[in-house]
């Protein structure tokens, strides 16, 4: 658990890593609430939380004072919103035209923002491994399927056109299959990456009987690391072995495994394999 704060804010996305967010912070002790962003978080997911729309950073702000809060953590999935159609309140009108400035730029420069206006508010901003860093990618292969030496191959190269479309500010992700690149994820998601490399000709991607091909995940270098690290869970499994491919790969100690037994099982069922790769082997 991270120092130097006494009470957390966890203002919270959909998928399954606030929930183990808020778990930790309340076994310690210091969750102070939890903020469930409409349309993405589920409510039932948490003890008590409050719901609040997008847009309403002013009555966030005085949640999270209410609560006794100096630390916030945003955790899970948040998709950039329509601006256009984003009803703000008063708080949030006053900082939306920083935002709308900070998105033309890119995701991570949209996230920077965000993460500026809590800290100008006063909050530290923590990030979601500070707090539960056993969900980080060990070093290695989870579970008991290994990749041969040309799944090796492209799970390197994998992982170098992630890094590159990391640098651009584009997504996390891209598969790569006997050295052709398949895909790269954008605004789309992982999962809709995948389902897109499920549909291309079989004689370019694995099947479930001949597996090829390997998705690699990766922060992108420029982004703002206490947000929006890179997460694999059995549904990124499953995607992955629908579209026919060999393994995953992502980045030791910077992306979320959620579920190391429950991933491992899944990989081993579905005959792939899930690897954690040094740090260097992510460089564009």
Request: proline share 5%; hydrophobic share 50%; net charge negative.
């Amino acid at each position: 658990m991270a120092k130097g704060w006494t009470r957390l804010g966890l203002i919270a996305g959909g998928g399954a890593l606030p929930v183990h967010v808020a778990r930790a912070a309340e076994a310690d002790g210091k969750l102070g609430c939890v903020i469930a962003l409409d349309g993405f978080a589920d409510p039932a997911d948490f003890n008590a939380p409050t719901k609040r729309s997008i847009g309403q950073y002013g009555h966030v702000i005085r949640d999270l004072r209410a609560a006794g809060c100096d630390a916030v953590c945003f955790a899970g999935i948040v998709t950039r919103p329509d601006f256009r159609s984003l009803i703000p309140d008063l708080e949030g009108a006053k900082l939306l035209p920083r935002l709308v400035a900070a998105a033309v730029k890119g995701d991570d420069a949209l996230l920077r923002a965000v993460v500026k206006a809590f800290e100008d508010e006063g909050f530290a901003v923590i990030g979601a491994d500070a707090l539960i860093d056993s969900l980080l990618a060990p070093e290695g292969v989870l579970g008991t399927v290994a990749p041969d030496e040309t799944a090796t191959t492209d799970a390197a190269k994998a992982m170098q056109i992630a890094a590159s479309i990391g640098a651009m500010d584009i997504g996390q992700g891209a598969v790569v299959c006997d050295g052709l690149v398949l895909a790269v994820e954008a605004q789309e998601g992982t999962d809709a990456m995948l389902a897109r490399v499920a549909c291309l000709p079989e004689a370019v991607r694995g099947t479930a009987d001949a597996r090829r091909g390997v998705l690699a995940k990766c922060p992108k270098p420029v982004q703002e690391r206490r947000v929006d690290l890179p997460v694999v869970g059995v549904e990124t499994v499953d995607g992955a072995a629908r579209a026919g491919l060999a393994g995953i790969a992502v980045e030791a100690g910077s992306a979320f495994i959620i579920g190391h037994e429950a991933v491992a099982r899944a990989a081993d069922a579905h005959g792939l394999f899930v690897i954690g790769l040094p740090g260097q082997q992510t460089k564009p």
